[in-house]
């Protein structure tokens, strides 16, 4: 079945954060959660259009912000291929969503 999944990340600026999704999920959309109360750190909901009969792999995301060195090795080419959106948080912090390639998970027997 295809459908849309809502994935929802905590902010760990630099840091990759693992999310388990089907294979070959595609990505839509990034947006700043709706959170109610007062959270110290913001989070935010990616969605991906999923065929929930693939296998699970896992994705790696990174955060980062406006500025930081994004030097990895890799060409810039391959930097915007892997570029998924920007949000503008309350307050003018910017951050900007990078997929950070896959991994096949095993499925369990």
């Known amino acids: 079945m295809k459908t849309v999944w809502k994935i929802t990340l905590d902010t760990y600026d630099g840091v990759e954060q693992k999310?388990?999704?089907?294979?070959?999920a595609k990505f839509l959309n990034v947006e700043k959660a709706v959170t109610i109360g007062a959270?110290?750190?913001?989070?935010?909901?990616?969605w991906f259009l999923v065929d929930t009969a693939a296998r699970p792999e896992q994705?790696?995301?990174?955060?980062?912000?406006?500025?930081?060195?994004?030097?990895?090795?890799?060409?810039?080419?391959?930097l915007i291929h892997d570029y998924l959106g920007t949000v503008?948080?309350?307050?003018?912090?910017?951050?900007?969503?990078?997929d950070n390639g896959t991994e096949t998970l095993e499925e369990p027997e």
Not at 88 to 98: D, E, I, K, S, T
Request: cysteine-free; proline content about 4%; hydrophobic content about 40%.
């Open 19 to 24: 999310i388990e999704l089907p294979e070959g």
């Open 59 to 78: 994705r790696s995301i990174r955060i980062t912000g406006t500025g930081e060195d994004l030097d990895s090795g890799e060409s810039l080419e391959l």
């Open 39 to 46: 959270l110290k750190y913001p989070r935010f909901d990616l």
């Open 88 to 98: 503008v948080v309350n307050g003018g912090l910017v951050l900007h969503f990078w």
